[in-house]
Structure formats: structure tokens, C-alpha cells
């Protein structure tokens, strides 16, 4: 069955595009975009090819050689997902110059798997090799919440919920990934419905893209499996809708980089020998998504063992963790981070009111921005709020049994990783604020907090700031409070300042 192409995916210079058209453009509308001109200055690109433009497998066996690497065997299926095994970089360099030697790559082309075809995936080089700056986030890309949170905090508040095995998956989403020619990924959303984008080092890659409108039509009639292959021959009884499908397609070439964005179902083919950088992340313009996925596996996750309720002693704490295990991250997760990040937005306000007494250039922009993030907080927040697992008829709690879950505000504004968090938001939003047109180098992130604006100086902690944030925070509801409260006391230290009227619009939701 022949797809349909119903056109390609916008090619744009990144060095003409300001932030905010960006935002405009492409987070706003959740718009794909294929952008030149950001990798010019990598490491990577010099250090990691040939000058004839491939691979250059030599230098990476021999500087990151003794690396544990997922591997995926591209010609077979399992469950979902293609095969995994685990194998050193050394060993798999060794397997890809054996296949290159037997010109066996000349044969293979983007529509047949052969099985012996062997792809480097899910490589978490930046924590195995902070020190080695392969490549700069492109300024667009900077407003990372996920991994800037995974830089000083575990994702995982009850150790159960994420044993040895997975600690290193959910370590970050910073990823290299390498394979030679006709290698390449099913069909596949990504993890927490986040944005990515993916830089090729070198090669090239062919990308097939389906708009969120048209995604049920990949599902089977229970809507329960998707298709996983959009090139082999697609059952019309199982996947009716199939045939239907309009795609976009996108050929990426070496130093372009693609942005995907949240929802949208992708097939990427290496159509040469490839290396590409690849983040997963997610902020405010896409958190929704996130939410919203994370509410639909939990009613998945609960659904299928229900007809346990009566025998399980804390059938929420199992939802719960099963929640954590097959998406990445549970309520208690998901909660504890935006309280996190709401806490320390309203911490960078207070602190930018005090040093700019008042709002005015950059220091506008870079408000602005912290109230796009809190307003975005507040929205998700309140559609948390009917639910009962945060009560006190809910027995579980992710940190000690039979201790209700809360957040102590005074603790989390003492804690290194938290001032640690502020500070690398502190550095971002100045960054973006005008105009992000060098963007943010692995290097810079290194610096030294004291170079910054210290968030957490020792007279904000007896302020009266602090006092109306509260002591505590337990579920949604309390946490929209603690937003009211230190935004009417900020609005107090600015009256003329109109950034904070987004309460007035959302006041039904406490």
C-alpha cells in the first residue's frame, strides 16, 4: 500500500528566525520544521567525521569505546518495539566496520530490514561525557524543563517506582544515536509526548510525519495497537483507517537539524551511514501534552487490573507505580515537578522585582516569559484538581508508607538542586529574553552559580515573600493557592503591572 504525501516539511535558515517567531511559529501551532545553520561550531561535526563526510568510526571506538550502549536489531519486532541487546560502543564500531567492509550497506535500502542491520539508540553521551562538548543546544531548544529537572533532581520520588535498570533510561534525554545505511526507527510517538529534535552529524535521514488530527487512524479497531511499520504491507482489517493517512515528508541532510513536535506520529530511515544528536524534552507551550498522556495511561494502567481493587490492599499506590514503569513518570512525579518549577518562577520574579524595581526591557521580556510558564502550571493544575488521588481517602504516598504526600516549600528553597535549578533558569530566561541569537553552550552551563544571580539569598528566606508561599504544598488545589497568594503579593510590589491578570481569568478553578 502507497502512502499518501500530502507535502513536505518547512525548511527554514535558524539564523534569520528570533526566538519569538519560533515560538510563534512552530511551539504555538506544534508545527514541524527542518532548520539549517545552527551546527556550525560543533565539536561533533569536526571531531566525529571523515573528511569525506562518514563516520568516523575509528575516533569514536577509540575515545568512548569502553561505553555501554543500547543496540537495536532493526529486523526484529518485539512487542512495539524493535529488539534491544546491550553491547559496547568498541564492539559495535567493530560489528559496523566488519558490515562496511563486506559492502553489505551498498545493498540495503531504506524499505528492507535486514536483520543483521544492528543501530546504536538511546546513548546518553552528555552524562557519560559532560566534559566533552560535542554540540551546543540550539537556542531554541534551551527552554528544556525536562532535562534541566533530571540535571539536579531523580524524576522518581518512591524508589520503587524506578528500579537499577531504568536509572540510567531516565537519567536524561540527551541521546546519540549512530548506524549505518538502512538502518532505521518504527513508526512511534514520542516518550511523554514531548518535543525532540534531532541534529545530523552526518548522513542522511528520510522522516515520514502524521499530524495529531489524523493519529486514530494508525489504531486497530479497539484503538489498543498502531501500525509499526508504514512501509510493509498494512492489514485493512486490522488498521482500517490506514489508507487514509496524509503524511509529510522531510529529507534531513548533514548539519539540518528537525524539530518534531508534541503528538506527532514519525518513521525515520537512515539513508546513509548516520550519526545524529537527539533530545527529548518539554516546557511550557507543550506541558498539556504531557498531562494529558499521563491521564490516559492512568486510566489504562487502572482499567487493566480492576478486577483486583477488592483484594489489592493499595490499589492506587500499584496504578500509580504501574504508571511510573510503563510511561516514565506517575502523578506524584509529574506533580512534584511543576510544584518544583512553579516555586522556583515565583522565586525568579521575586527576585527580578528586587533588582529591577519593576519591569522594563530585557527584564520585561524575561517576565513575560516566567508568566507564559506559570500560567501554563496554573492550566494543568486545575485540571488535576478533581481528582482524588491526592486526598486523604488515597492511602498511597510515593515516600513512606502511611505518610500523606506534601511538599515542604522552606526545605525544597534551601536545597542545593533546587538553587542549582534556579540558576540554570535564571541563565536561560536571560538568554531568550533577548533574542537567544547565540544560543547556550554546553560549556556556559558548567559556570560557577556565584557568576548569577543568587536566587536564594539568605534575607528572601525570612521575607514575607516566603510567608506567602506557605509551608506546604499536597495536592493541586494548594498548589494554585500558593501561585494566587505570592502572585498578589508580587502584584503589590509592581500595582502597575498587568503580566499577572491571568488570574482574574482562572479564578473559578480554587
Known amino acids: 500500500?502507497?502512502?499518501?504525501?500530502?507535502?513536505?516539511?518547512?525548511?527554514?535558515?535558524?539564523?534569520?528566525?528570533?526566538?519569538?517567531?519560533?515560538?510563534?511559529?512552530?511551539?504555538?501551532?506544534?508545527?514541524?520544521?527542518?532548520?539549517?545553520g545552527?551546527?556550525?561550531?560543533?565539536?561533533?561535526?569536526?571531531?566525529?567525521?571523515?573528511?569525506?563526510?562518514?563516520?568516523?568510526?575509528?575516533?569514536?571506538?577509540?575515545?568512548?569505546?569502553?561505553?555501554?550502549?543500547?543496540?537495536?536489531?532493526?529486523?526484529?519486532?518485539?512487542?512495539?518495539?524493535?529488539?534491544?541487546?546491550?553491547?559496547?560502543?568498541?564492539?559495535?564500531?567493530?560489528?559496523?566496520?566488519?558490515?562496511?567492509?563486506?559492502?553489505?550497506?551498498?545493498?540495503v535500502n531504506c524499505s528492507n530490514k535486514n536483520e543483521n542491520l544492528l543501530y546504536l539508540k538511546d546513548w546518553h553521551f552528555v552524562k557519560e561525557y559532560p566534559n566533552f562538548v560535542a554540540y551546543c543546544t540550539p537556542p531554541f531548544f534551551v527552554d528544556d524543563w525536562l532535562n534541566l529537572y533530571l540535571d539536579t533532581h531523580k524524576m522518581h520520588e518512591d524508589p520503587n517506582a524506578c528500579q537499577d535498570i531504568n536509572e540510567i533510561s531516565c537519567s536524561d534525554y540527551r541521546f546519540v544515536y549512530m548506524g549505518p545505511k538502512g538502518?532505521?526507527?518504527?513508526?512511534?510517538?514520542?516518550?511523554?509526548?514531548?518535543?525532540?529534535?534531532?541534529?545530523n552529524v552526518c548522513g542522511r535521514k528520510q522522516w515520514h510525519f502524521l499530524s495529531p488530527s489524523q493519529c486514530d487512524l494508525l489504531f486497530d479497531r479497539n484503538m489498543r495497537s498502531s501500525v509499526y511499520d508504514i512501509f510493509e504491507d498494512v492489514s485493512e482489517t486490522q488498521f482500517p483507517g490506514f489508507k487514509k493517512a496524509i503524511w509529510l515528508e522531510c529529507t534531513?541532510?548533514?548539519?539540518?537539524?528537525?524539530?518534531?513536535?508534541?503528538?506527532?506520529?514519525?518513521?525515520?530511515?537512515?539513508?546513509?551511514?548516520?550519526?545524529?544528536?537527539?533530545?527529548?524534552?518539554?516546557?511550557?507551550?507543550n506541558l498539556s501534552w504531557v498531562w494529558n498522556l499521563l491521564m490516559k495511561d492512568y486510566c489504562e494502567a487502572k482499567e487493566y487490573i480492576e478486577d483486583i481493587r477488592d483484594i489489592c490492599d493499595n490499589f492506587e499506590g500499584l496504578c500509580q507505580r504501574n504508571l511510573a514503569a510503563n510511561t516514565g513518570m506517575n502523578f506524584f512525579d509529574f506533580f512534584t515537578f511543576i510544584t518544583r518549577f512553579a516555586i522556583a518562577h515565583l522565586v525568579l520574579l521575586y527576585q527580578l522585582l528586587q533588582n529591577e524595581r519593576g519591569?522594563?526591557?530585557?527584564?520585561?521580556?524575561?517576565?513575560?516569559?516566567?508568566?507564559?510558564?506559570?500560567?501554563?502550571?496554573?492550566?494543568?493544575?486545575?485540571?488535576?484538581?478533581p481528582l482524588d488521588a491526592f486526598t486523604e481517602k488515597n492511602p498511597y504516598c510515593p515516600l513512606e508508607e502511611n505518610q500523606y504526600f506534601s511538599i515542604?516549600?522552606?526545605?525544597?528553597?534551601?536545597?542545593?538542586?533546587?538553587?542549582?535549578?534556579?540558576?540554570?533558569?535564571?541563565?536561560?530566561?536571560?538568554?531568550?529574553?533577548?533574542?537567544?541569537?547565540?544560543?547556550?553552550?554546553?560549556s556556559d552551563e558548567g559556570m560557577e552559580d556565584h557568576l548569577l544571580i543568587q536566587p536564594l539569598e539568605?534575607?528572601?528566606?525570612?521575607?514575607?515573600?516566603?510567608?506567602?508561599?506557605?509551608?506546604?504544598?499536597?495536592?493541586?488545589?494548594?498548589?494554585?493557592?500558593?501561585?494566587?497568594?505570592?502572585?498578589?503579593?508580587?502584584?503589590?510590589?509592581?500595582?502597575?503591572?498587568?503580566?499577572?491578570?491571568?488570574?482574574?481569568?482562572?479564578?473559578?478553578?480554587?
Open 252 to 285: 534531513q541532510e548533514q548539519n539540518e537539524v528537525i524539530f518534531v513536535p508534541s503528538g506527532w506520529y514519525h518513521q525515520v530511515h537512515n539513508m546513509e551511514d548516520t550519526i545524529s544528536i537527539n533530545h527529548n524534552w518539554f516546557n511550557a507551550y
Open 408 to 442: 515542604e516549600i522552606r526545605e525544597m528553597l534551601t536545597a542545593p538542586e533546587f538553587i542549582r535549578l534556579c540558576s540554570k533558569f535564571n541563565r536561560i530566561y536571560r538568554a531568550t529574553s533577548v533574542g537567544c541569537e547565540q544560543g547556550i553552550r554546553k
Open 183 to 199: 538502518t532505521w526507527t518504527p513508526l512511534h510517538a514520542d516518550v511523554f509526548r514531548s518535543y525532540s529534535w534531532s541534529a
Open 38 to 107: 545552527l551546527m556550525d561550531d560543533w565539536r561533533a561535526c569536526k571531531s566525529w567525521v571523515t573528511e569525506d563526510g562518514k563516520p568516523n568510526l575509528h575516533f569514536v571506538s577509540n575515545h568512548f569505546g569502553s561505553s555501554k550502549v543500547q543496540v537495536a536489531e532493526c529486523g526484529k519486532r518485539e512487542s512495539t518495539d524493535q529488539k534491544r541487546a546491550q553491547m559496547s560502543v568498541k564492539e559495535f564500531i567493530t560489528y559496523w566496520l566488519e558490515l562496511s567492509n563486506r559492502k553489505c550497506s551498498d545493498s
Open 1 to 36: 500500500m502507497s502512502l499518501k504525501i500530502g507535502g513536505k516539511i518547512e525548511r527554514v535558515n535558524g539564523k534569520e528566525l528570533s526566538y519569538e517567531q519560533f515560538v510563534e511559529r512552530f511551539f504555538e501551532k506544534n508545527e514541524p520544521v527542518l532548520l539549517t
Open 359 to 385: 519591569f522594563s526591557g530585557t527584564g520585561l521580556r524575561q517576565a513575560q516569559q516566567l508568566i507564559t510558564n506559570l500560567k501554563s502550571i496554573y492550566e494543568v493544575s486545575s485540571n488535576m484538581i
Open 458 to 510: 539568605s534575607d528572601l528566606l525570612d521575607s514575607e515573600f516566603v510567608n506567602a508561599l506557605g509551608c506546604k504544598i499536597s495536592d493541586p488545589k494548594r498548589l494554585i493557592e500558593t501561585i494566587n497568594s505570592a502572585i498578589k503579593y508580587l502584584n503589590a510590589m509592581a500595582p502597575s503591572c498587568t503580566l499577572f491578570s491571568f488570574l482574574n481569568e482562572s479564578k473559578n478553578v480554587v
